[in-house]
């Protein structure tokens, strides 16, 4: 599997051979949010997203097999990234945020680039934060984390030190390397990267947050806007999670049919060899969001509080089907996207067969 596929061209040249591809609108960097339109004219819609986080490649992969064939009658709309400007890479969003190229090829270089080029707003062991004109950059050393360290840390950072709250508010963004502990392959410095926005309350918030309210991140607002244009009744959102199994965020609310879908989901997911996670299995990665978070059945879980602002929520409290589906980062990314595929698969059929 291609880990390279980073850029807007080749992004926008693979969605472009399964159809029409529409321009959502250009967030930051001057990259465009693309959606592919596919399937039939049918109502209701369907919308399917991934990238929200962008290290998280497995499920964007899984779009992209989708944008290039999908059977349903059913209005289609594919959002394989959802942060572009984190989907080109941590090199490439330093290198943005200090304003010209820099040389990174391990971590030293890192440390180097952003102590020379910004500054420093809190050091803690191997742990930078550091102010770079509009923005902001974490860093911690290590290729792997055994947590979502980097950017975990700098909510508990600001409830020590709130005099750095209004500082990162008034940043466009605040950058993180990667932060699930995965395989990687390649040049890990030209993979995904973390963007996120800090609130005055001091509310850390990555590209799946901020949903339903006023004050939100351009990726945010343009997903939003578009997704309440086309008004689906199936929302698949494909993220990554931790430890080895697939599990999916269920709406507390759920009808007969809603169990249906999810149930047609963990089903294709074990019918082709792949294992549920368990809440024992992600309580240690999970750290202090793990509140509210209950098992419901094989494979399903309540998301608790944390989760309030995420697109799947703000979806699911209009009562639409919304999925929000995880594989475990553990795997090797081939089999992520696998997986991902297979489920969001499973699902659309379901949809479209109570719809005929």
């Known amino acids: 599997m291609d880990e390279s596929l980073h850029t807007q061209a080749r992004l926008k040249a693979a969605l472009e051979e399964g159809g029409e591809v529409r321009s959502l609108?250009?967030?930051?960097?001057?990259?465009?949010?693309?959606?592919?339109?596919?399937?039939?004219?049918?109502?209701?819609?369907?919308?399917?997203?991934?990238?929200?986080?962008?290290?998280?490649?497995?499920?964007?992969?899984?779009?992209?097999?989708?944008?290039?064939?999908?059977?349903?009658?059913?209005?289609?709309?594919?959002i394989p990234v959802r942060d572009p400007f984190g989907f080109h890479g941590f090199r490439r969003a330093v290198q943005f945020c200090v304003g010209r190229p820099v040389r990174i090829e391990g971590p030293d270089d890192v440390v180097r680039v952003l102590k020379s080029e910004g500054e420093l707003l809190h050091e803690d062991g191997s742990f930078l934060l550091v102010k770079t004109g509009p923005f902001a950059i974490a860093f911690d050393v290590g290729t792997d984390f055994p947590t979502s360290s980097v950017g975990r840390n700098i909510e508990p950072l600001l409830k020590s030190r709130p005099e750095l709250v209004p500082i990162l508010a008034g940043c466009q963004r605040v950058i993180s390397p990667y932060n699930l502990p995965m395989p990687r392959y390649g040049d890990v410095y030209d993979q995904a990267c973390r963007s996120m926005k800090v609130t005055p309350d001091g509310f850390v918030g990555n590209m799946n947050r901020f949903f339903?309210?006023?004050?939100?991140?351009?990726?945010?607002?343009?997903?939003?806007?578009?997704?309440?244009?086309?008004?689906?009744?199936?929302?698949?959102?494909?993220?990554?999670?931790?430890?080895?199994?697939?599990?999916?965020?269920?709406?507390?609310?759920?009808?007969?049919?809603?169990?249906?879908?999810?149930?047609?989901?963990?089903?294709?997911?074990?019918?082709?060899?792949?294992?549920?996670?368990?809440?024992?299995?992600?309580?240690?990665?999970?750290?202090?969001?793990?509140?509210?978070?209950?098992?419901?059945?094989?494979?399903?879980?309540?998301?608790?509080?944390?989760?309030?602002?995420?697109?799947?929520?703000?979806?699911?409290?209009?009562?639409?089907?919304?999925?929000?589906?995880?594989?475990?980062?553990?795997?090797?990314?081939?089999?992520?996207?696998?997986?991902?595929?297979?489920?969001?698969?499973?699902?659309?059929?379901?949809?479209?067969?109570?719809?005929?």
């Open 25 to 78: 609108g250009t967030v930051l960097g001057g990259y465009e949010i693309l959606c592919a339109v596919r399937g039939g004219d049918r109502q209701p819609s369907i919308v399917v997203t991934a990238g929200a986080h962008a290290d998280e490649l497995g499920g964007v992969y899984a779009a992209l097999r989708m944008a290039e064939c999908l059977d349903t009658p059913h209005q289609t709309f594919i």
């Open 212 to 356: 339903g309210e006023k004050e939100q991140p351009e990726e945010v607002a343009i997903l939003q806007k578009f997704t309440e244009t086309v008004r689906p009744a199936l929302v698949l959102d494909l993220h990554e999670g931790y430890g080895r199994g697939f599990y999916i965020y269920v709406s507390e609310d759920r009808t007969p049919f809603m169990d249906q879908i999810a149930d047609s989901m963990v089903a294709a997911v074990k019918a082709h060899g792949g294992a549920t996670a368990t809440v024992e299995e992600l309580t240690p990665y999970w750290g202090p969001i793990a509140e509210g978070r209950t098992m419901v059945s094989d494979g399903l879980l309540y998301s608790g509080p944390t989760t309030a602002s995420s697109f799947g929520t703000f979806w699911e409290k209009k009562g639409v089907a919304s999925f929000t589906q995880e594989t475990g980062g553990l795997n090797p990314l081939s089999w992520r996207a696998d997986l991902q595929e297979w489920s969001a698969r499973a699902a659309i059929e379901t949809f479209t067969e109570s719809y005929r």
